[in-house]
């Protein structure tokens, strides 16, 4: 049973990996949406998984048996997990619950749910983001409005209404909590992000009647100057130098049938290993360990 156990982490982990490889070769709509995809679905893998090894190994241990050890039988793990797999996975478990509370406290505290508005803010440091909730509520700095002619302007707040009409705070929270509670999942959350990033310069770039040059302009020389805000989407905030590089280049192409397929029907089988997981852990609902 224990390595029936691990098949939804491992097949997850290769899903991560393969979706990683392949986000930057299209276009960043299609890649965010994908990448925040199979965030989820390996994130409802690798959670119940995580729990699943955790509760079997400490209802093994000599001096928790009597409270856990009910729990491993229920959960058809009845062989010794090693240590080297146990303790991690309870670490991960632990660490994960903690981490995770922490995004959504974040969350609630940033999110600003008021009908949206530009808001500039007295600083003198160069910044602009967009808070998450229905809002859609932009802040700019003074020193940024100050920095920047009425063009460079324009491109910032492209940019910004763009993350508020399509709600990527709702994306970007996907990422944010996957990344905590599976700390393997922090590089797909972050290419999540730079993918958000990308589209909004993509949106820019249409306002701006395609010119990729001047977007790529205003996006290197407020990144000289910025400073980037945590749980919030920010103009300059990740990934400048490929930002740049990506909009001096032609738009990327829509990938191919094939490509769209094979990622699909990956992440469309972590989905069904993932259910299978936590159909197992759902009897936690009706049995609280320990008993």
Known sequence: MFPGVLLPLVVAVVVAVAVTTV??????????????????VVASAAVPTLWLISLGYLGHLPFLDQGFSWCARMFGIHARIPHWIGIPAVAL???GVFRTWRVFR????????QPG????????????????GRGGHVVLSSGLVDFLDDDEQSVVLAHENA????????????GQLGAASTPFLRPLASRLQFSLERWADEEAVEARHG????????????ALRTVTPVGALSFAGLGVTARVAALLAPAPSRPGA????????????????????????ARLVTAICPG
């Open 258 to 281: 094939s490509t769209l397929i094979g990622m699909w029907a990956a992440i469309a089988l972590t989905a069904v290993l993932a259910g299978f997981q936590i159909h197992h852990l």
């Open 211 to 222: 010119d990729r040059r001047f977007v790529a302009h205003t996006l290197a020389k407020v």
């Open 163 to 174: 993350h508020a009409r399509h709600r990527h705070d709702r994306y970007l929270l996907i």
């Open 93 to 95: 478990s632990s660490v």
């Open 23 to 40: 986000h930057r070769r299209m276009p960043p709509t299609v890649a965010s949406r994908l990448l925040t995809v199979a965030l989820a």
């Open 117 to 132: 508005s530009v808001e500039i803010a007295g600083h003198e440091a160069v910044f602009a983001f967009t808070l998450p």
């Open 106 to 113: 974040l969350h609630r505290r940033i999110r600003h749910d």
